[in-house]
């Protein structure tokens, strides 16, 4: 099987259309319709459900698309792996991260990083802490910025503990007269990031 099929597919589960799919490849919906029927046939069992809204996957295109996705992360690893060793270290590499690690982390990070490697691309992608968990998960991005504990079975690398404080009214008193607990914001409002 072709990677492109692979493409083909990884691109319209992103994108959830066939048009977009194919404006993004640079082909015609036409050539995206048929590499999908190839893929399908060829894998024996239906990816996606079309409908006049979109694209859905079925539940075993939920099931290969992590593969899928890992091929084609591969492939791009092999093509950068060929570059460094012809000396070229180019490549490109996807960053999910919550509002604050976008702010406050990633500028300095970035920074430094393209000093010590100008030729690769480095694109940020923004969300919450679930999206950045579930990104990582189907290999949208390569690696993720997120708040522990992570559901999914990914590798974790803690970087920094950082405590929660809740701010309350001056009258406020926690019933254990030292720090909040759950009792205490039970039936209370607030507001959360």
């Not at 990582?136 to 910025?145: L, R, S, T, W, Y």
Request: hydrophobic fraction near 40%; charge should be negative; include cysteine.
């Amino acid at each position: 099987m072709s990677t492109f099929s692979y493409q083909v597919f990884a691109t319209v589960v992103r994108y959830q259309s066939f048009y977009q799919a194919s404006q993004v490849l640079n082909v015609t919906p036409s050539a995206v319709s048929h590499s999908i029927n190839q893929l399908e046939e060829q894998l024996g069992f239906p990816l996606l459900i079309r409908s006049r809204s979109g694209m859905t996957l079925t539940h075993d295109g939920e099931l290969v698309l992590p593969f899928i996705q890992q091929i084609l992360d591969d492939e791009t690893d092999l093509l950068q792996m060929s570059n460094n060793i012809n000396g070229l270290r180019s490549g490109s590499i996807k960053i999910g991260a919550f509002s604050s690690v976008c702010i406050n982390w990633l500028p300095k990070i970035l920074s430094s990083f393209s000093k010590q490697y100008p030729d690769i691309e480095v694109s940020i992608v923004q969300g919450s802490f679930e999206d950045i968990s579930k990104k990582v998960k189907v290999g949208e991005i390569d690696v993720g910025f997120t708040t522990l504990p992570v559901t999914d079975n990914l590798t974790t690398i803690p970087l920094i503990e950082d405590p929660i404080h809740c701010v309350t009214p001056a009258g406020f008193v926690p019933k254990n007269k030292k720090s909040i607990t759950q009792q205490d914001i039970i039936n209370q409002k607030f507001v959360l990031q």
